[in-house]
């Protein structure tokens, strides 16, 4: 190689220094908060899996329940198991 040739890149460098970087899907497909982090409960009342987390409470026993929200007709409801 010759000193008066430059090595050339195949990657150009992003415009305006902004650095291009990979995001991943939409909101609300797969990975929102609270939707997906009710671990794909179902509303016993309509059926919908527009469930989201909505608290804790305790059981007689002392231990906690996780209580939901179902964003379809608003009720709350404890999942069982």
Request: hydrophobic share 25%; aromatic share 4%.
């Amino acid at each position: 190689m010759l000193p008066s040739e430059t090595l050339q890149h195949d990657v150009n460098p992003p415009p305006h220094g902004r650095l291009e970087v990979p995001v991943g899907p939409p909101r609300g497909v797969g990975g929102g908060c609270g939707e997906q982090q009710a671990e794909r409960a179902t509303c016993p009342w309509c059926s919908s899996s527009r469930v989201v987390k909505n608290g804790t409470f305790r059981l007689a026993s002392g231990d906690r329940a996780q209580r939901y929200l179902c964003r379809a007709c608003r009720r709350t409801f404890v999942k069982a198991g």
